[in-house]
């Protein structure tokens, strides 16, 4: 439950959030307004650590608000980083698994102590509305349990196996999983603190230690973890927090040869760039990635035709278009391609664009005046290739001129072999084709690199069709709530096949914690 309220929030809930949650959300934004622009500290080793450059953390809604200035860490930095962890990694590898658990866990109870005012800080500096703010907290919660409810579950991961037949001896064999070793934990900007926090849970709680580098957009989030992990009393040099550029200081990390284990979630480029140079190092290593997405609904002639534009709508401009799992691709049945096009423009633009904290807003800035042009080119590309149903727009009057704010856009008739049709965009852009048929539109669901979330609207027998079908780790039917966002952990383990993740596990799933550790076999021989 949310704390101070009897409401269980997820992506699926937040939509009819009670009253006192905006009453809570609004104290915070007062307090946590108060702070702003102050400076903050890496903590590595338990210590705070300064570096000669800093940063600063503005707010994409209105660029002249400082929120935070932060540590530019360096090379030094990220080696001291991971000399402290590897000197942690004995003593937290060897307590008790059930000692970790119950570390991680109060971890989690201080987040939701702190959600609101986590919940504020990931509003003002990735963009996200309270809701989807609130949310991204309270993931990172139930991640940390989830992690925790599955190493019991395990007991620990410590299974007997068979006896050898031996005449004369008596031969016992057990399983072990153990942790790695010093585990990088690399975030994106769009959700700071699940795919910060989600990752550095399952790794501790394994008995790896962590070194965490956050994306520039978003350092003061991870900061807000790591100090949960501190209050919580897990030992210095366990975990560890670094702030700066991932071109040097996530290079560093990723060249060091004392690093063990990582977990990577970010785009395609920079994943694959890591996964070769993890590489180069003398044998393979764990190298956890999840990257992006191009995301397709299919709806039919027999989808409901309300229930798919809610989801639709949802999925598409949740986050202005910035989730690895928005929509992006919709095909539709030639039959209702008309009157769910027509829906689509009515709800997108009933959309209402503003300061992502307030409480009326659905869609705040896009992070970045990179994301801000790169929105300004694909709009002029789609109106010359296709045509624009609605939007195509930026935002420049007001209180929108400090801010980089997109319109929500839909766009149609773009030939089939675009380039984006491939390409994640990663802007509140969404392309709509008619299918003839639901062969067509999975063919054409199927035909890009990326598998990582999916959705449909149709009957019984499509739904079945599209499960045995469609190339993805996360695949939705029926669902208002959003066609192909909106996991959440132990309802929706989240993962892609393809371009989009590298393991084959989903997150928050049964699968994922074993992806933190090898295996032993203590094989012990008596004679009898
Ligand atoms: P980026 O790939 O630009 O950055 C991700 C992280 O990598 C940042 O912390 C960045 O640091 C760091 N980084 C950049 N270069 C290097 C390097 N050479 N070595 C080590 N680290 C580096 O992604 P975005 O932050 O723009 O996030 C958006 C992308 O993430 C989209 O493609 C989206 O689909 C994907 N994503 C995937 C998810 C999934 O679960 N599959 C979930 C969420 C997002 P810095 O910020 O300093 O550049």
């Not at 400076?39 to 209105?62: L, N, T, Y």
């Not at 109870?109 to 990931?122: K, T």
């Amino acid at each position: 439950m949310v704390t101070g309220t009897s409401f269980k929030l997820t992506y699926s809930t937040m939509y009819n959030p009670p009253e006192e949650l905006h009453q809570l959300f609004d104290a915070a934004l007062v307090k946590v307004k108060a702070r702003l622009g102050k400076e903050h500290a890496m903590i590595i080793d338990g210590k705070e650590r300064f570096a000669g450059e800093k940063f600063e953390d503005r707010s994409p809604a209105d660029t002249d608000v400082l929120l935070g200035v932060f540590q530019k860490g360096t090379d030094q930095d990220a080696q001291d980083a991971i000399s402290a962890a590897r000197k942690a990694f004995p003593m937290w590898s060897h307590m008790k698994w059930q000692d970790r658990v119950a570390q991680v866990r109060k971890a989690a109870d201080l987040m939701d102590q702190r959600i609101f005012e986590m919940g504020v800080v990931v509003a003002l500096e990735a963009g996200k509305n309270r809701m989807e703010a609130l949310g991204d907290v309270a993931e990172t919660a139930d991640l940390f349990r989830y992690a925790c409810d599955r190493m019991e579950a395990n007991q620990g991961f410590i299974v007997e196996l068979g006896r050898d037949p031996l005449v004369g001896f008596e031969s016992t064999n057990v399983s072990v999983l153990k942790p790695y070793g010093v585990w990088v934990v690399i975030s994106p900007f769009n959700f700071p603190s699940a795919l910060t926090g989600g990752p550095t849970g399952a790794a501790l709680v394994t008995g790896n230690t962590v070194i965490m580098k956050p994306a520039t957009d978003t350092p003061w989030t991870a900061r807000l973890i790591a100090e949960c992990l501190r209050d919580a009393g897990v030992p210095d040099g366990v975990f560890n927090y670094v702030s700066g550029p991932g071109s040097t200081l996530g290079q560093a990390l990723i060249e060091s040869p004392d690093v063990d284990g990582i977990t990577f979630t970010g785009s395609y480029d920079v994943g694959m760039k890591i996964y070769r140079d993890f590489s180069a190092r003398k044998w393979v290593h764990p190298t956890i990635l999840e990257l992006g997405g191009k995301n397709p609904a299919i709806v039919t002639r027999h989808g409901d035709l309300e229930a798919a534009a809610t989801g639709i709508v949802r999925s598409c401009f949740g986050l202005q278009g910035q989730k690895c799992s928005a929509c992006s691709r919709i095909f539709v049945e030639e039959p209702v391609y008309d009157t769910l096009l027509a829906r689509l423009v009515e709800m997108t633009e009933k959309l209402v664009i503003g300061d992502p904290t307030e409480r009326a807003v659905n869609l705040g800035p896009v992070i970045n005046r990179s994301s801000y042009r790169d929105y300004q080119q694909f709009s002029e590309e789609l109106q010359k290739a296709g045509h624009i149903l609605t939007g195509g727009k930026i935002l420049t009057e007001g209180n929108f001129a400090r801010g980089y704010f997109c319109t929500p856009t839909l766009a149609t008739d773009l030939p089939a072999d675009h380039r984006l049709w491939q390409q994640e965009m990663f802007v509140p852009i969404t392309t709509i084709a008619r299918v003839k048929d639901l062969d067509e539109a999975l063919q054409r669901a199927n035909n890009v690199d990326y598998g990582l979330t999916a959705g449909i609207y149709g009957s019984t027998e499509e739904i079945e069709a599209f499960f045995d079908r469609i190339e993805a780790g996360v695949t939705y039917a029926n669902r208002p709530q959003g066609v192909t966002t909106g996991a959440w952990p132990g309802f929706q383990p989240f993962g892609g096949w393809k371009a989009s993740g590298s393991s084959g596990k989903n997150a928050g799933g049964v699968h994922y914690l074993q992806l933190y550790m090898h295996e032993q076999i203590h094989t012990l021989v008596r004679k009898k």
